[in-house]
């Protein structure tokens, strides 16, 4: 598992978003996973409005919360 802490980030547009979600597919690939945590508020949101979660779950539906 690779674990990716977003608890000092401050902007994240639609670039880091899919950088994050093609890291996530290349992990699910090799049977492995990623955990993103601490993701502030406002940034969990725009994740949440972009489907970012709805692709988590999907690449990696054991880890749903």
Partial sequence: M????????????SSGVGALLNGARE???Q??????????GEI?????????FQVMDALFPEDTE
Wanted: aromatic share 6%; charged share 25%.
């Fill in 2 to 13: 690779l674990e990716v802490n977003l608890s000092d980030l401050t902007f994240l547009d």
């Fill in 27 to 29: 992990l699910a690939s």
């Fill in 44 to 52: 969990r949101e725009s994740m949440e409005l972009i489907g970012f």
């Fill in 31 to 40: 049977g492995r996973t990623l955990k993103v945590t601490n993701i502030p």
